[in-house]
Nanobody, 124 residues
Framework: QEHLQESGGRSVQAGTSLELSCIVS????????MAWFRQAPGKERQLVAA????????TLAESVRGRFAISRDNAKNTVYLQMNNLELEDTATYFC?????????????????WGQGTQVTVSS
């Protein structure tokens, strides 16, 4: 059973930067497509970013394009989400997710493994 553990969430001011990390306890980390989703209170869980197995393919939600970046280090079993110029609307619980299908997929139903989430709160 894969275990995903997020870290890095905290309260920050708008306009600042934050990096989230997610470490996966699986020796086959390089076989997983990884993603970050977020969910604000009363809203559906939405894709923020996803990255392919070797890190050469990725996708970002339009709302974060140009501000966020996703990356991975297969040697460390870790995926990162670099968030710059944070906005109030970025406030949410951020979840790390993984699937083994091979392609970069964008809906939460496609991801089989999930972390517990880390809270990011952006204030003015």
């Amino acid at each position: 059973q894969e275990h995903l553990q997020e870290s890095g969430g905290r309260s920050v001011q708008a306009g600042t930067s934050l990096e989230l990390s997610c470490i996966v306890s699986d020796n086959d980390f390089s076989l997983y497509v990884m993603a970050w989703f977020r969910q604000a209170p009363g809203k559906e869980r939405q894709l923020v970013a996803a990255i392919g197995r070797d890190g050469t393919s990725s996708t970002l939600a339009e709302s974060v394009r140009g501000r966020f970046a996703i990356s991975r280090d297969n040697a460390k079993n870790t995926v990162y989400l670099q968030m710059n110029n944070l906005e109030l609307e970025d406030t949410a619980t951020y979840f790390c997710a993984a699937h083994e299908a091979g392609r970069v997929l964008t809906t939460s139903l496609d991801y089989h493994y999930w972390g517990q989430g880390t809270q990011v709160t952006v204030s003015s």
